[in-house]
């Protein structure tokens, strides 16, 4: 099999995109009360720290951010191991508190929506928010559960024969998504 890939969004797409989602959070929120952004591990927080950086820049306030890591909450990874759930905070001292507060979930990619639920199953082990909306930088499309993002960045219709990646500056050196279709080879 060969692989054929296309960059679908450049850094400046990327950043549009993030630009948009943060003011349509502030509209939809009616400013940024009472809400935490939330990134699922790994590129999910990036995106949420972005989106921080940008509420403070358009609305002058600080925007809490937590990192969510959802891998024991998986329903699709082989052993399971018993549940764990695990949170990084800039403050281990302090347990985080989601009771009655607007949660806004980060994600790279939205395809099947095994790994929001599985988000969201850890979230809900920690208490009852308000509300978790949810904000991805590609929707890709082929859910199997019946989840729908919030905020988008991209809608990028795919087949199963492709595969999206987003590839960011803190983690790969650059911004950009890219799309690989799998081609078989004649002969």
């Given at each position: 099999?060969e692989q054929h890939e296309h960059v679908l969004m450049d850094a400046t797409g990327v950043r549009r995109a993030l630009t948009r ?19 699922v591990r790994t590129r999910g927080i990036y995106l949420a720290n972005r989106i921080a950086e940008l509420i403070l820049d358009i ?129």
């Amino acid at each position: 099999m060969e692989q054929h890939e296309h960059v679908l969004m450049d850094a400046t797409g990327v950043r549009r995109a993030l630009t948009r989602i943060a003011h349509e959070i502030l509209e939809k929120n009616k400013g940024f009360e009472n809400c935490l952004l939330i990134g699922v591990r790994t590129r999910g927080i990036y995106l949420a720290n972005r989106i921080a950086e940008l509420i403070l820049d358009i609305e002058n306030v600080p925007a809490p951010v937590r990192e969510i890591d959802v891998t024991h909450y998986r329903d699709d990874r082989s052993g399971r191991p018993e549940k764990k759930f695990k949170l990084q905070e800039e403050s281990v001292d302090s347990p985080m508190d989601i009771h009655n507060k607007k949660l806004i979930l980060f994600d790279d990619v939205l395809y099947t929506g095994r790994t929001v639920r599985a988000a969201m199953d850890a979230l809900m082990d920690l208490g009852r928010p308000q509300i978790i909306q949810l904000a991805v930088l590609v929707d890709r499309g082929h859910r199997e559960l019946p989840i729908r993002p919030d905020y988008v960045g991209k809608n990028i219709p795919t087949s199963r024969m492709e595969s999206i990646e987003v590839q960011l500056n803190e983690v790969d050196g650059i911004d950009q998504v890219v799309i690989t279709q799998q081609r078989r080879q004649n002969g």
